[in-house]
């Protein structure tokens, strides 16, 4: 075996732990408000979660060919698989570092973190226009469209439902999560599977096995949403507390009115714009909307700040992990 091929095999299995970590990390992002409203038992929340993220894996591939193509040019050969390989080592270690500490940080701003890291340090050509259309403003917008949308679905709840009986009205929005809990899964998957799918094929380009217009193969899609699928399923149970119950104490219309307004602002990024936006900024950024609607001190804004002070640090962590990687590869491999 070459050594072009043994890196083409090494970045994709690195890849797909990647995307299992992704599973794992953002688990919550779809499940923690049904859980913590006692709409799902865990267990069947993750179950319903990791089969509607496989199935949502397979609508589409524009965030794929935003990440494969729009964020960065790797060489060929095998200088260009360290460059892919170290932004992945980047991404999986934020990503652990923010699950031990139970903060919903975001996989899709530490994997273009990664990739940009790795690029500078090894001189590449990074389209920091891709980056500012693609990921930094959608980064910005997608919090506050979630926030905002979130808050005017609650108001209409509140105001649609102001003479009904509170307990009734409860066991109604309880079976309406489980509709909206899976379409935010579904949304997660179409969303953070295409990223992986994107990665490994920016590997097989750089091998030599793809070509730059080729669609992506079947079995690229096939493997990054089992991948995210199964990760999911492990559950992600230090960020779904997070979620779930220290930012605000949901209750079945605010986390149907979350998730509802979480999974549109997803659906119409990756179908509409091909933006690989955050799950977790929307979803969190939403359930903040809802809880400021019935009053802002509802909301445990020191939790809040800590959320986004890892969102600002996402980029820049997995960027400089990356950076390191890459000189280490670099010294190992070449």
Not at 196 to 221: K, R
Not at 287 to 316: E, F
């Given at each position: 075996?070459?050594?072009?091929?043994?890196?083409?095999i090494?970045?994709?299995?690195?890849?797909l732990?990647?995307?299992?970590?992704n599973?794992?990390?953002?688990?919550?992002?779809?499940?923690?408000?049904?859980?913590s409203?006692?709409a799902?038992?865990p267990?069947?929340?993750?179950?319903?979660?990791?089969?509607?993220?496989?199935?949502?894996?397979?609508?589409?591939t524009?965030?794929?060919a935003?990440?494969?193509?729009?964020?960065?040019?790797?060489?060929?050969?095998?200088?260009?698989?360290?460059?892919?390989?170290?932004?992945?080592i980047?991404?999986?270690?934020?990503?652990?570092v923010t699950?031990?500490?139970g903060?919903p940080?975001?996989?899709s701003?530490?994997?273009?973190?990664?990739?940009?890291?790795?690029a500078?340090?090894?001189?590449?050509?990074?389209?920091?226009?891709?980056?500012?259309?693609?990921?930094?403003i959608?980064?910005?917008l997608?919090?506050?469209?979630?926030?905002?949308?979130?808050?005017?679905v609650?108001?209409?709840?509140?105001?649609?439902?102001?003479?009904?009986q509170?307990?009734?009205?409860?066991?109604?929005?309880?079976?309406?999560?489980?509709?909206s809990?899976?379409a935010?899964?579904?949304?997660?998957?179409l969303?953070d599977?295409?990223?992986?799918?994107?990665?490994?094929?920016l590997?097989?380009?750089?091998?030599?096995?793809q070509?730059q217009?080729?669609?992506?193969?079947?079995?690229?899609?096939?493997s990054?949403?089992?991948?995210?699928?199964?990760?999911?399923?492990?559950?992600?149970?230090?960020?779904?507390?997070?979620l779930?119950?220290?930012?605000?104490?949901?209750?079945?219309?605010?986390?149907?009115a979350?998730?509802?307004?979480a999974?549109?602002?997803?659906?119409?990024?990756?179908?509409?714009?091909?933006?690989?936006?955050?799950?977790t900024?929307?979803?969190?950024?939403?359930?903040?909307?809802?809880?400021?609607?019935?009053?802002?001190?509802?909301?445990?804004?020191?939790?809040?700040?800590?959320?986004?002070t890892?969102?600002?640090?996402t980029?820049?962590?997995a960027?400089?992990?990356?950076v390191?990687?890459y000189?280490?590869?670099?010294?190992?491999?070449?």
């Amino acid at each position: 075996m070459d050594l072009t091929l043994a890196l083409v095999i090494g970045v994709v299995i690195v890849a797909l732990v990647f995307d299992y970590t992704n599973g794992f990390h953002d688990a919550a992002n779809a499940i923690a408000t049904c859980v913590s409203t006692r709409a799902l038992t865990p267990r069947a929340a993750l179950f319903m979660a990791a089969a509607m993220n496989f199935l949502g894996a397979h609508l589409g591939t524009q965030v794929a060919a935003t990440v494969g193509k729009g964020i960065i040019d790797a060489p060929n050969g095998s200088h260009g698989l360290v460059i892919v390989g170290a932004g992945l080592i980047g991404a999986i270690t934020w990503n652990l570092v923010t699950w031990y500490f139970g903060l919903p940080s975001s996989s899709s701003h530490a994997l273009i973190g990664g990739l940009v890291g790795s690029a500078i340090a090894s001189a590449s050509t990074v389209h920091w226009d891709g980056v500012l259309e693609k990921v930094v403003i959608p980064m910005i917008l997608s919090p506050l469209i979630g926030f905002s949308l979130a808050g005017l679905v609650m108001i209409g709840i509140l105001w649609g439902f102001r003479r009904s009986q509170p307990a009734k009205t409860n066991r109604g929005f309880r079976h309406a999560q489980i509709v909206s809990a899976a379409a935010m899964a579904l949304g997660h998957g179409l969303q953070d599977a295409q990223k992986t799918m994107g990665v490994i094929f920016l590997a097989l380009v750089v091998g030599g096995y793809q070509n730059q217009g080729d669609p992506i193969p079947q079995w690229v899609i096939l493997s990054a949403a089992t991948a995210i699928s199964l990760g999911t399923y492990a559950g992600g149970w230090r960020i779904m507390r997070t979620l779930g119950r220290r930012i605000i104490a949901l209750n079945p219309p605010q986390g149907f009115a979350a998730e509802a307004a979480a999974a549109t602002v997803l659906y119409t990024a990756a179908i509409g714009f091909g933006a690989p936006i955050s799950t977790t900024h929307t979803i969190t950024s939403a359930i903040m909307g809802v809880g400021a609607t019935k009053r802002l001190s509802a909301v445990r804004w020191g939790v809040a700040g800590n959320i986004i002070t890892a969102w600002i640090l996402t980029i820049p962590a997995a960027a400089l992990v990356a950076v390191l990687s890459y000189f280490a590869l670099h010294w190992m491999v070449e």
